[in-house]
Nanobody, 126 residues
């Protein structure tokens, strides 16, 4: 069982930065693929970024590539999403997700993840 708690969301202006954190409980974090997704009002949940269990492999959606960075600290059971150059279209609830157990390196669709956090709101004003 894995429990995930996101933090770090807020209201910022376009061009600003935010860092989201996702604290995980459970002994399988270090062997889990971790992902970030987001969901804007009236839209489906969409992939943002994913990272392998070791942190050696990362994958990003095209619309955040070059602006967002996913990382993890297995000693702290935490995954991060550094978001720079934020745009109004980045406004959404951001969710952390875990895929465990897994042999996968990364996973990019919601159905590949079995555990989800409650989400944290990110609002970017233009």
């Amino acid at each position: 069982q894995v429990q995930l708690v996101e933090s770090g969301g807020g209201l910022v202006q376009a061009g600003d930065s935010l860092r989201l954190s996702c604290a995980a409980s459970g002994r399988t974090f270090s062997s889990s693929v971790m992902g970030w997704f987001r969901q804007a009002p009236g839209k489906e949940r969409e992939f943002v970024a994913a990272i392998s269990w070791s942190g050696g492999s990362t994958y990003y959606a095209d619309y955040v590539k070059g602006r967002f960075t996913i990382s993890r600290d297995n000693a702290k059971n935490t995954v991060y999403l550094q978001m720079n150059s934020l745009k109004a279209e980045d406004t959404a609830v951001y969710y952390c997700a875990a895929r465990t157990p897994t042999r996968a390196v990364v996973a990019v669709t919601p159905r590949e993840y079995g555990y989800w956090g409650q989400g944290t709101q990110v609002t970017v004003s233009s």
